[in-house]
């Protein structure tokens, strides 16, 4: 019974990765054809239908269009099955249904008066920053440039610290020199101040 559980638990981990994978292309796509106030909810834990909403706005009827066209595009590339579109002309508000992910692209003015995300304010809202920004696996001739780069950066830095360590020591020098000079002056202060106070 144990092991059925696991089974199934590590079979939704990989759906739910999957979704997650498919969310950050669809967010990708959205943000590429200027998508407005993009939001994502993972709701998997409050729903049973969905486990990501996308929230999106357009800013006209022929951006709405242009942003369905390539969501259409990328869920067919990914060969993610569609439950459904729907949407009325003119009404502002485009959902699509793809099973773990529904997308909801809304005119500005819809997406004030339904206030979608009110409605999932418990879910956990996902960084949308981190999955537009670039992943960090540089190319191998991008590496070899850097590798290269470091190694000449290095040799001129062990030039500069032989020249600094060099002047630092002066430069120590010079100042035990005048914390001496400093020092011996205010000692014969000192002795003056004392042999005047003696004398008086």
Not at 93 to 121: C, G, K, S, T
Not at 185 to 200: E, G, P
Request: aromatic share 4%; net charge positive.
């Amino acid at each position: 019974m144990a092991s059925s559980e696991s089974r199934k638990s590590a079979k939704q981990a990989a759906v739910q990765l999957d979704s997650l994978v498919l969310v950050k292309a669809l967010v990708i796509a959205l943000d590429a054809k200027k998508a407005g106030n993009l939001r994502v909810l993972s709701v998997g834990e409050h729903s049973t239908i969905t486990d990501y909403i996308i929230v999106a706005s357009g800013m006209a009827n022929p951006h709405l269009r242009a942003l369905r066209n390539e969501l259409e595009r990328v869920l067919d590339a990914a060969g993610a099955p569609i439950a459904g579109v729907e949407t009325s002309e003119g009404s502002g508000w485009l959902v699509f249904d793809a099973y773990q992910i529904m997308i909801h692209l809304f005119m500005p003015e819809q997406r004030e008066v339904y206030q979608l995300e009110q409605l999932w304010r418990d879910a956990e809202e996902l960084d949308v920053a981190a999955m537009l920004a670039p992943a960090l696996e540089p190319k191998k001739e991008v590496k070899k440039a850097v590798k290269k780069a470091v190694k000449k950066a290095v040799k001129k830095t062990s030039a500069v610290k032989k020249v600094v360590a060099k002047k630092a020591t002066a430069k120590t020098a010079a100042k035990k020199t005048v914390k001496k000079a400093a020092v011996k002056t205010v000692a014969k202060k000192v002795v003056k101040k004392a042999a005047k106070k003696k004398a008086s």
